[in-house]
């Protein structure tokens, strides 16, 4: 009599594990395949392609009833083994026993759900197999119905590109910050959100996902920052679990999976398991590429053959119409491996390989992935591509290609992008000047178009589209970049990042074709800034991307100690803060209190696994941070004024009081200091600051531009007001247009002598609407950065930045 | 193994009757046919074989004109030159797509139908003139005896990534839908079902300008627009190496689906070749198989490249 091969799950595994075994010896075994799913092996990787549309169920069937009877399988479909008796060698489902001399678990892996509270409600489903596709078919039939989709990664993705096909709003939910964030990096996953959205599928990423609402049915998600989004269905995406449960009822050797040794026998010499149940050598697997790899495995050792399975790269794609992505090996960062970066623009193109010794050992793609599989080739066997780095990134097929354009992000404007926001000047009028006057020279066009003739810091951008247009009959002058990651200034990111719309790292880096993955501590810096200035509420700060005294919110000091500097409302203090800064400098053990020339009490020596607890001190006595470190506002130094001195001439220590208020908090290219005195004598030295305002019988006068460090400088006359609120609004006015105009470092003298007074003027203290407009501005930003980042941190004692072991990789001089 | 998707029907006539490509000539003046597929219609074939189009001329050259593809639901109505012919042989409507790589034209399709009242199918354009919350829209379409569904379409408008139409427009990507009677558009596609709709075939029109055009032929069994549907991806060549081209979707009433194996095609490697390396559309008799009576390969240009070749079969 034939021996009884029972096979539990009629999956990818065990389908292709049958295929290998009748192949080897179709009359060694008779075979049972039990499937707890009402129907035989079918292409589960496929079914997305069924939601979609795109396939039907009957082409996605790999096994089908002639198979099964050609190769004499008895099937028992939708029947779940409940039980194993290792003992008896039955297995147990509801129609009886089957009894075994093999038994094959090939059950694969469960969904797993988040077990948030409304997970239960109806509506809310797995993705795994074909019911559940049908389940979301269904939804999708009801008019203007709305899907919510936990999880961006492969799965999550390709259920709300389908779901979206389908006629249905959709939204992901990914709790990382960024897409797909185990196969892709932050570039990759840019261009795939960007190709998401064009789909208007939205994506949320950062989001804690606190319940799902309903009474019956789902009707709502709601996260942990209060944002609603209405659901008829909620897809949970977000991980799977190996489906190990009647091998662990049976005491069958499980850790995460159900274990097995190089041959897929399990602890029991009668079973073998293969698939994504199965843990070998401490992993499991979640793609089909290995699992058919097993199957062939487990076949040979059926047959009593010897085989051992060897785990491979994997690589991934996403089988979504029109999206383009593969991602293999280990790309993320490290001081060891060096980075190839290609980026291509206009064409959304974006490759990154990781190599590591003269070897790849990682490569990301999106919207152009013919070299994948090469890649994947070089990275299983090792190459060492050394002879080839310089066009290694270009594939195969490189045979001295094209480098990327360095105008192409120009190029790539439409003719609508205003090219000078001074004048209103966009590509198109400056292309048509060209060509219709025959303009070559930059001095053409800014005589004929007014482009440039401002403030000047899209100079360059005129130039390049200059080029663009000319072609080679345009020379070029030479200018500086910003960093060795990109050809383009300083001036002209800014301006782009203005007219592209682009709100984050990856959408500047990617946009306007940065040279390297993630770019340098010199350009992510001043990106930051650039970013959080113009776009303060839909970018969200990376204190990554900050020089550790931001980091860590403390001047770092040169034996690796940190000052602290508690803020002073316009120098102003009482007994109680000095009595509270006096505690917290016994208690740490500070060694030097020292007076600054803003009038504030450093506190110098601090250790840096002692600023939580300091701070938290401080706060508790109403003390907030004085920003001593940052780019942004410093002090306001204010002499007596009106209140004490017998010369004042107006109330200079509330005016200061009133601007340290209203300013604090807020970054800006360079530090920015203030002070305010109450008479021409000066007492506060208010003509060597960034703006300085002597008060006057007649009202205010408001210098701008000075500098007491390294430059001397007096500060340059902007406007004299009568009235304090106007003094006020032009200081804001003045703030806002240094952070939306200046190279990011640039003290404000060092802008103003770019765009010049003038401009200047005309900007803040002339065009009433602009100044209430740059006003507006400011405010909006003040409502999400004025925050004390002490009270932030105190709070949370252990937060990393605060270990001892910090990374000191970009000090910087205390000033 | 494999079920088949598309039925067998030797004997169903074709919802399309004719199909021609019409190219530039040398001067790039006018446009002049290149291929011609008339089937039962041999007479207007040859009526047709002297002509040329200038920009504005007729249909072809109305569609190069305005950069755009245009459905003639009654070729009588004069902007088709060929009218008295047409009619002599029962042909009513007409669809023109051009094929454009950037700006340049490469070539245009023209697909004649018949009797309005005879057949179901559907050949569809929708247009969408991509501003901010804009959607995809009717633009034009033949629907032959469908009418039903013809009205439901007129009121239908896509959403980007939604449906055949939105989910083209959208990707920018040929997708060949095997079920259009379920989801999407609810209405129409419940009406698609009633009306016997199975498989859609949405291919974007680039063109210049800044509108998107998707064309949709829907098909149903009793008249398909094809027997046999193939989706090649083309990877462009460079630095020297030459393009590739791979199949990745596609169904034949005899085959079944296609997608299963790999297939690659190179440059000039039959008419799907063809239109790879030249960028220009083919209708041609396939030879080496009597299965067929014509087939058209229409390439998709992306960047100055052919990204997507589609072939259909009937
Ligand atoms: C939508 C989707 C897309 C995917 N895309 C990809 C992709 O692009 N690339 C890739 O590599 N992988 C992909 N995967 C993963 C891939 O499908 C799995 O890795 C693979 O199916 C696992 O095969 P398996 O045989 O281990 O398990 P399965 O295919 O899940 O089969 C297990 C079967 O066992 C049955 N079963 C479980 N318990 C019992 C029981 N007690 N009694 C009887 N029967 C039982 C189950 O019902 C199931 O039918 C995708 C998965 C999904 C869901
Ligand atoms: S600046 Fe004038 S008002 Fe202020 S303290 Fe000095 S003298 Fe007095
Ligand atoms: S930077 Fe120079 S001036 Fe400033 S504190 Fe240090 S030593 Fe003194």
Redesign the interface.
């Known amino acids: 009599m034939k021996e009884q091969l029972v096979v539990v799950g009629a999956g990818m595994a065990s389908g292709r594990a049958l295929e290998h075994l009748f192949e080897s010896d179709p009359d060694r075994y008779e075979v049972t395949l039990i499937n707890a799913e009402p129907r035989g092996n079918y292409n589960r990787l496929m079914l997305s392609p069924v939601l ?5 169920y ?2 996605i ?1 790999t ?2 009833d ?2 099964y009877g050609e190769n004499h399988v008895t099937t028992l479909f939708g029947h779940a083994v409940t039980r194993i008796d290792r003992d008896r060698r039955i297995v147990v489902t509801k129609s009886g026993e089957t009894a075994y001399d093999k038994l094959l678990l090939a059950t694969g892996s469960a969904p797993f759900m988040l077990p948030l509270p409304g997970a239960d409600l109806e509506g809310v489903m797995p993705y795994r197999d074909l019911d559940d596709v049908n389940r979301m ?1 269904d939804a ?4 203007e119905s709305k899907a919510v989709v936990i999880g961006g990664g492969l799965l999550g993705l390709e259920a709300a ?1 389908g779901l ?5 709003d959709v939204v992901v939910l990914h709790v990382m910050g960024h897409l797909m964030d185990r196969q892709l990096d932050a570039s990759a996953a840019y261009l795939l959100q960007k ?1 998401l959205e ?4 939205k994506v949320h990423c950062k989001a804690n996902t606190k319940a799902i609402l309903g009474s019956n049915r789902v009707e709502a998600v709601l996260l942990e920052d209060g944002t609603v989004y209405p659901a008829d269905i909620v897809v949970m995406a977000v991980g799977i679990r190996p489906e190990t449960r009647i091998a662990r009822d049976a005491g069958i050797e499980i850790g995460r999976g159900i274990i097995v040794d190089d041959a897929m026998r399990t602890s029991d010499p009668h079973i073998l398991s293969i698939g994504e149940c199965v843990e070998h050598q401490g992993m499991v697997y979640g793609l089909v590429a290995p699992l058919y790899d097993q199957a062939k495995v487990v076949a040979k050792t059926l047959l009593d053959e010897e085989a051992a399975f060897k785990p491979v790269e994997l690589s991934t794609k996403l089988k ?4 383009d992505l593969f991602s293999a090996g280990d790309f993320a960062e490290g001081d060891d491996r060096e980075d190839i970066v290609f980026r291509d623009p ?2 959304g193109v974006y490759k990154r390989l990781v190599l590591k010794d003269n070897r790849i050992i990682g490569a990301v793609m999106y919207g152009d992935t ?1 070299d994948g599989a090469w890649f994947l080739s070089n990275i299983k066997d090792g190459t060492d591509v050394s002879g080839m780095r310089d066009t290694l990134i ?1 594939g ?6 094209a480098q990327m354009d360095p105008m192409a992000a120009v190029a790539a404007l439409p003719d609508e992008a205003e090219i000078c926001g001074c004048n209103g000047v966009c590509k198109g009028k400056i292309v048509e000047a060209i060509t219709a006057g025959g303009l070559t020279t930059l001095d053409q066009v800014k005589a004929v178009t007014k482009a440039s003739t401002s403030c000047g810091t899209c100079t360059g951008l005129v130039e390049q589209v200059l080029a663009v247009t000319l072609g080679d009959d345009f020379v070029m002058p030479t200018v500086k970049p910003i960093c060795p990651c990109s050809d383009l200034t300083h001036e002209d990111v800014r301006r782009l990042i203005k007219a592209r719309e682009l709100k984050s790292m990856p959408a500047v880096m990617q946009e306007l074709g940065w040279k390297t993955s993630c770019g340098c501590h010199v350009c992510r810096p001043a990106l930051n800034f650039y970013l959080l200035a113009d776009w303060p509420l839909e970018y969200g700060d990376d204190s990554q991307s900050r020089f550790i005294n931001e980091r860590a919110h403390a001047n770092i000091q040169k034996d690796g100690t940190f000052s602290v500097v508690p803020r002073m409302w316009g120098g102003v203090t009482n007994p109680r803060e000095l009595r509270a800064i006096a505690d917290a400098a016994e208690k740490y053990d500070v060694p030097m209190v020292k007076m600054t020339g803003g009038q504030r009490v450093d506190l110098l020596g601090v250790k840096k696994e002692d600023l939580p607890a300091m701070w938290a001190d401080l706060n508790a006595a109403g003390l907030v941070s004085g920003h001593a470190y940052s780019k942004g506002l410093r002090t306001v130094k204010t002499c007596v004024g009106t209140d004490f001195c017998r010369f004042g001439t107006q109330d200079s220590t509330g005016l200061g009081i009133k601007l340290e208020k209203r300013l604090w908090g807020s970054w800006s290219p360079h530090k920015i200091k203030l002070a305010v005195s109450g008479c021409p004598r000066n007492c506060a030295e208010a003509t060597c600051k960034d703006i300085g305002i002597v008060c006057v019988d007649s009202g205010y006068q408001i210098g701008v531009g000075g500098a007491a460090g390294m430059d001397l400088k007096e500060v340059e006359p902007l406007a004299s007001v009568p009235s304090e609120q106007e003094a006020i609004d032009i200081t804001v006015a003045f703030v806002q247009l240094y952070r939306e105009n200046a190279k990011y470092l640039d003290r404000a003298y060092k802008w103003i002598a770019k765009v010049g007074l003038e401009w200047v003027k005309e900007q803040v203290v002339d065009d009433l609407g602009n100044r209430a407009a740059l006003v507006a501005r400011f405010d909006l930003s003040q409502s999400v950065y004025q925050v004390d980042p002490w009270a932030e941190r105190a709070s949370t004692a252990a937060h990393p930045e605060f270990t001892p072991l910090a990374d000191f990789s970009m000090p910087e001089a205390a000033q | 193994m494999q079920a088949r998707i598309l039925d067998t029907v030797e004997t169903a006539q074709s919802f399309i009757q004719a199909t021609e490509i019409w190219v530039p000539d040398a001067a790039g003046t006018r446009l002049v046919r290149s291929d011609g597929l008339y089937g039962l219609h041999g007479a207007f074939g040859s009526d047709s074989s002297g002509h040329s189009f200038a920009m504005g001329q007729g249909l072809p050259g109305r569609v190069w004109a305005e950069g755009r593809p245009i459905i003639l639901n009654d070729v009588q109505d004069g902007t088709f030159v060929r009218a008295d012919s047409a009619e002599r042989a029962g042909l009513t409507a007409a669809a023109a797509v051009p094929v454009y790589a950037g700006n340049l034209i490469k070539g245009v399709l023209v697909m004649l139908c018949g009797d309005p009242d005879f057949g179901v199918g559907a050949i569809e354009v929708w247009h969408s003139n991509n501003a901010p919350g804009s959607v995809m829209e009717l633009d034009g379409g033949f629907y032959g005896s469908a009418k039903q569904f013809c009205e439901v379409s007129e009121r239908t408008a896509f959403k980007r990534g939604q449906g055949l139409p939105g989910g083209v427009w959208a990707s920018k990507t040929p997708m060949l839908m095997r079920d259009l009677g379920r989801g999407y558009g609810f209405v129409r596609a419940e009406s698609a079902g009633a009306a016997g709709l199975t498989t859609g075939l949405g291919i974007p029109v680039p063109a210049p300008g800044g509108s998107s055009y998707v064309l949709t032929l829907l098909s149903a069994c009793a008249t398909p627009i094809a027997r046999r549907y193939e989706l090649w991806d083309v990877v462009p060549g460079r630095g020297g190496q030459k393009a590739i081209g791979a199949l990745v979707d596609g169904l034949c009433d005899i085959d079944g689906p296609l997608w299963g194996t790999e297939r690659r095609i190179q440059p000039w490697q039959g008419p799907v070749g063809r239109a790879m390396a030249t960028g220009v559309p083919v209708a041609e008799v396939p030879s080496g198989t009597h299965r067929y009576e014509g087939m058209v390969a229409l390439p998709v240009h992306a960047h100055g490249e052919v990204t997507h070749v589609v072939a259909w079969f009937f």
């Open positions: 979609s549309g795109e396939k039907t009957e082409e069937v096994h089908d002639d198979w078919l999708a039939e009801m008019n590109a979206r096909l389908r006629g249905m190709d064009r789909r208007d599928i979504v119409t029109g999206v206009g064409r013919a270009f195969p097929a490189f045979a001295g290609g």
